[in-house]
T-cell receptor, first 114, second 112 residues
Framework: DAGVTQSPTHLIKTRGQQVTLRCSPK?????VSWYQQALGQGPQFIFQ???????QRGNFPDRFSGHQFPNYSSELNVNALLLGDSALYLC?????????????FGPGTRLTVT | AQSVTQPDIHITVSEGASLELRCNYS??????LFWYVQSPGQGLQLLLK??????LVQGIKGFEAEFKRSQSSFNLRKPSVHWSDAAEYFC??????????FGTGTRLKVLA
């Protein structure tokens, strides 16, 4: 049973550029959440997708946007990158029917903005 | 608003010693509480969770945690630490908004 997968593993971008990160949820899961984890910090909730719509959003600017596809996979897009966007981006999947249950996390994408 | 505080940024223990990692939460109703572990370069793995019922919950790798409503705490414990337990530990709370709120983490170092 495949767990949550994310791509790419590492990414280096320049300020002002745009980036797309990808996530495939654990088999059978229908909900995807994205988190930003800055160095030395806990994960910060960006947003959650269910049925191809954003269901909940954390305190992140509109530069952060996402998408969920019919196969439940998801993308995180960040526009106009800032140095402060450098972080580990984690994707987590879960079942909407068990909305407060465990989230399964992927290994993350390490984004470096120079 | 929900929040989680992990007062200890770093903890160092000797292998075989007992361990307690502190977690305090703020939430108006009964919270759903979690402890996750993150090894270097890895995602988060669930150790245990509390939803309701017995306030002492058992998890994987010999960990347990106790929910104390009166103290708004959910401390993680292990009676005998192994060198492989060295990692970062995160406490998280989720309420009615689907948002998981994580603490800032406690980095555990284990001395041989």
């Amino acid at each position: 049973d495949a767990g949550v997968t994310q791509s790419p593993t590492h990414l280096i971008k320049t300020r002002g550029q745009q980036v797309t990160l990808r996530c495939s949820p654990k088999s059978g899961h229908d909900t995807v959440s994205w988190y930003q984890q800055a160095l030395g910090q806990g994960p910060q909730f960006i947003f959650q997708y269910y049925e191809e719509e954003e269901r909940q959003r954390g305190n992140f600017p509109d530069r952060f946007s996402g998408h969920q596809f019919p196969n439940y996979s998801s993308e995180l897009n960040v526009n106009a990158l800032l140095l402060g966007d450098s972080a580990l981006y984690l994707c987590a999947s879960s079942l909407v029917a068990r909305e407060f249950d465990e989230q399964y996390f992927g290994p993350g994408t390490r984004l470096t903005v120079t | 608003a929900q929040s989680v505080t992990q007062p200890d940024i770093h903890i160092t223990v000797s292998e075989g010693a007992s361990l307690e990692l502190r977690c305090n939460y703020s939430y108006g109703a009964t919270p759903y509480l979690f402890w996750y572990v993150q090894s270097p370069g890895q995602g988060l793995q669930l150790l245990l969770k509390y939803f309701s019922g017995d306030t002492l919950v058992q998890g994987i790798k010999g960990f347990e945690a106790e929910f104390k409503r009166s103290q708004s705490s959910f401390n993680l414990r292990k009676p005998s630490v192994h060198w492989s337990d060295a990692a970062e530990y995160f406490c998280a709370v989720v309420g009615g908004t689907y948002k998981y709120i994580f603490g800032t983490g406690t980095r555990l170092k284990v001395l041989a």
